[in-house]
C-alpha cells in the first residue's frame, strides 16, 4: 500500500540548560553521514514503506498492513538489522519501526525490500510523539526498545527514556495482555529499567528479575562482540495485566 512521503525535519535536540523544564525524548540527535544506497532508499521506498506522523490521525493496521494481526512498535531501531529479522521470522505479527536518525531510516528500508518484508513499516518522528498523537490507547501487542542511549552520567539520567511517565504511556497504548521488551548493555540502567518496570502496577514481571533473551531478539555484531569481552546484555520482558 502506497503512503505519503516521510521527510520530516529533524526536531531540535533538548537545550544544554537543566533549570529549564525537559519534555520526554525517545532521542537525540547526532550527525551521521547517509551513503548514497541509504539516500536512494529513503528518496525510493518512502512513499511505500514509511508513514507519515500526522496529528490526531490514529493509526489502523488494517489500512496500513491490509490485516488485524497483532501490531508490535519499536522504538529507536538503530540500523535495523533486528528489526528486519524479527519481522522476517515473525510473517504473522505487523511491525511498526520508529527511528529519527535518516541512516538508520534508509538502512532499514533496503532492508524491507530486498526481505520482501510486507509487515513492516516505518516512521521517522519522535516516538512520544507518535504515540501521543497517532496511538490509540488499548491497541498495541507490544512495545521493542532495544540499547537504548543509558546516559551513563548521574546528572544526564534525567534524559534516559526508560522513566516512570514514559512506561505509564506505553501501557496506555498496550492490549491487556501486551508485551514490553526492553534490552541493554548497562548494568546500571538495567537495574533502574527493573526498577522503573516494577513500579508499574499495571505490568507483570515475566521472570523474577531479569528474562532470558527471547529467540526472537537475535543478536547484533555490537553485542557478540561485548558478549565475546565478557559484557553483559539484560532483557526485561513484562505484560500488562
Known amino acids: 500500500m502506497n503512503t505519503p512521503n516521510l521527510l520530516p525535519e529533524s526536531p531540535s535536540s533538548p537545550q544544554s540548560d537543566e533549570k ?33 506522523f500526522l496529528v490526531d490521525t490514529k493509526l489502523n493496521a488494517v489500512q ?6 497483532p501490531t508490535i512498535i519499536e522504538i529507536g531501531f ?3 538489522n533486528t528489526t528486519a ?3 522476517s521470522a515473525t510473517p504473522d505479527k505487523n511491525f511498526i519501526g520508529i527511528e529519527v536518525h535518516t541512516p538508520g531510516v ?22 512520544v510523539e507518535v504515540l501521543r498523537d497517532m496511538v490509540a490507547d488499548d491497541s498495541l501487542a ?20 526508560i522513566q516512570q511517565e514514559f512506561v505509564g504511556l506505553l501501557v496506555k497504548k498496550l492490549k491487556q495482555g501486551g508485551v514490553i521488551h526492553l534490552a541493554t548493555d548497562w548494568q ?7 526498577h522503573v518496570l516494577q513500579a508499574e502496577p499495571a505490568l507483570r514481571n515475566t521472570a523474577a528479575d531479569y528474562a532470558p533473551r527471547p529467540d526472537y531478539r537475535t543478536e547484533s555484531n555490537f553485542e557478540r562482540k561485548g ?3 565478557g559484557h553483559g546484555v539484560w532483557d526485561l520482558v513484562f505484560t500488562k495485566c
Open 188 to 194: 546500571q540502567y538495567a537495574e533502574h529499567m527493573l
Open 78 to 80: 538503530g540500523m535495523g
Open 64 to 69: 496500513i498492513f491490509g490485516n488485524a494481526a
Open 142 to 161: 507490544g512495545f521493542h526498545i532495544f540499547f537504548p542511549d543509558p546516559w551513563p552520567k548521574k546528572r544526564h539520567h534525567k534524559r534516559r527514556l
Open 20 to 52: 529549564h523544564h525537559r519534555p520526554i525524548r525517545s532521542f537525540v540527535l547526532r550527525q551521521g553521514r547517509l551513503s548514497p544506497g541509504q539516500a536512494r532508499a529513503v528518496d525510493a521506498l518512502s512513499p511505500e514503506f514509511a508513514l507519515p
Open 227 to 229: 558478549l565475546a569481552k
Open 106 to 127: 534508509g538502512s532499514l528500508l533496503k532492508m524491507i525490500a530486498v526481505r520482501q518484508l510486507t509487515n513492516l513499516r516505518i516512521i521517522q518522528h519522535d516516538a
Open 85 to 87: 529479522d524479527i519481522a
